[in-house]
């Protein structure tokens, strides 16, 4: 998701920036002044309830979240904003309220959920950290759900220069990323010292083709 929020404070704006920018794709911060000419690369952005009105623009054309006292709440639905954070809030509040505006990747496995979210796998109960490749492999993997995803392709998602297909660091990403999705598992499923079944994994390997995903 690519958010672009707006702040009159530096400190907050880099609060925000330091905090959101393992959970969205990009996250812009900026003031009101130095809003981009265009926003169409931006799926949500985030207003201090002191930029309204919003421009006829803006309140047709894109999702804005605003932010503020309570009182100043009807004001900002009044003038076409989606949601509002009551002050004072939390950067996971806005990441969570964001995100109701982006289709959320599932896998349904063995009867757990797992949430596929920038920067994080999650269940209910247990939450494991990805990094931006390991991330960029698994949401290539959900939109190919059930075909095989080739070597060739999943390399170029890895950067650095472009090697063999077949060499191994395809391999070692996706080992790390069965491992990761264990530990969610694990917490539902395991316990701490049972390894899972063969086939307990999402992530299946077709020999010398490339993975691919299966779920329940």
């Known amino acids: 998701m690519n958010l672009l929020f707006v702040s009159p404070d530096p400190s907050r704006r880099s ?7 393992t959970r969205f794709h990009t996250i812009s911060c900026t003031t009101r002044a130095s809003i981009p ?27 804005v979240i605003t932010y503020g006292p309570i009182e100043c709440m009807p ?3 009044l003038q076409g904003c989606v949601d509002y954070l009551v002050e004072p809030w939390e ?16 896998i349904d496995l063995e009867g757990t959920a797992f949430l596929v979210l920038p920067g994080c796998i999650k269940t209910e109960d247990h939450e494991v950290p990805l990094t931006a490749i390991e991330y ?12 095989i995803v080739p070597r060739s392709v999943l390399s170029t ?8 297909p077949s060499s191994r660091r395809v391999d070692a990403h996706m080992a790390r990323l069965r491992k990761k999705i264990h530990l969610c598992q694990r917490g539902n499923r395991f316990s701490p010292g049972k390894k899972p079944g063969p086939r307990s ?6 020999r010398g083709l490339g993975y691919y995903l299966v779920t329940d």
Not at 15 to 20: N, S, Y
């Open 15 to 21: 609060f925000i920036k330091t905090v959101a920018s």
């Open 37 to 63: 000419p265009s926003c169409k690369t931006y799926e949500v952005l985030v207003f201090p309830v002191t930029a309204l009105p919003l421009s006829e623009e803006l309140s047709h054309h894109y999702r």
């Open 75 to 77: 004001q900002a639905f």
């Open 91 to 106: 950067p996971e509040e806005l990441f969570y309220r964001a995100l109701r505006f982006h289709p959320i990747d599932r």
């Open 136 to 147: 960029s492999l698994l949401v290539t993997l959900l939109k190919a759900k059930g075909s």
């Open 157 to 164: 998602l890895i950067p650095g220069p472009v090697k063999d």
């Open 201 to 206: 994994s999402p992530i299946r390997s077709a």
